[in-house]
């Protein structure tokens, strides 16, 4: 079954706006991650943040994580049409860091 | 530094056939971990090597097996191939482990069991 869930399954923006998705899992974590799958380079490792952090930055993205709550959001802030693609959590809830993946938000970037 | 290398890219079988892929690390990345993803899935987590060691399985039948060699690289080999196999068999590497640090991932091997 899947540990995280990605929510919204899919978004479609236009190019310049922001997009903001979550992810939700069921049991406690050490880490949380997003990637991003396109067609063009494959699955890309995005962000990592610890249990103990509450919010991290790299360029355009913002992951913030809420522990009580568990739950994740990320968000592209200024989209381009090179951000369209399929965004993935996945926390180490798995056991001995065992990686655990959510199915996914498809987010399409309209010129 | 070269990325993760996955053998063969496209893979056409037969059911009943079996097959055998192939992934070669980042250099120095001691974990390997397999996932399958079918289309509009997350990914399916196989199984982890470290060390040429299994130290994860995710909950795939015995016809999914692995192993990983001294110099890290790792197969994967699914036997008596099904229908519902057809997949994209994704390969990563990791310094450490998946969960601890990011993990790079090479480019799949795409398989369409007849």
């Known amino acids: 079954s899947q540990q995280g869930e990605e929510d919204p399954q899919a978004l479609s923006i236009q190019e310049g706006e922001n997009a903001t998705m979550n992810c939700s899992y069921k049991?406690?974590?050490?880490?949380l991650q997003w990637y991003r799958q396109n067609s063009g380079r494959g699955l890309v490792h995005l962000i990592l943040?610890?249990?103990n952090e509450r919010e991290k930055h790299s360029g355009r993205l913002r992951v913030t994580l809420d522990t009580s709550k568990k739950s994740s959001s990320l968000l592209i802030t200024a989209s381009r049409a090179a951000d369209t693609a399929s965004y993935f959590c996945?926390?180490?809830?798995?056991?001995?860091?065992?990686?655990?993946w959510g199915a996914g938000t498809k987010l399409i970037i309209k010129p | 530094k070269a990325g993760v290398t996955q053998t063969p890219r496209y893979l056409i079988k037969t059911r009943g056939q079996q097959v055998t892929l192939s992934c070669s690390p980042i250099?120095?990345?001691?974990?390997v971990s397999w996932y399958q993803q079918t289309p509009g899935q997350g990914l399916q987590f196989l199984f982890e090597?470290?060390?040429?060691?299994?130290?994860n399985k995710g909950n795939f039948p015995g016809r999914f097996s692995g192993r990983q060699f001294s110099n890290s690289r790792s197969e994967m080999n699914v036997s008596t191939l099904e229908l519902g196999d057809s997949a994209l068999y994704l390969c990563?590497?990791?310094?450490?482990?998946?969960?601890?640090?990011?993990?790079?991932f090479g480019p799949g091997t795409r398989l369409t069991v007849l």
């Open positions: 049991t406690s974590i050490n880490n």
């Open positions: 943040i610890r249990s």
């Open positions: 250099s120095g990345h001691r974990s």
């Open positions: 996945a926390t180490d809830a798995g056991g001995n860091y065992q990686l655990i």
């Open positions: 990563a590497s990791s310094l450490v482990a998946g969960g601890y640090n990011e993990q790079f």
């Open positions: 090597y470290f060390s040429e060691t299994q130290r």
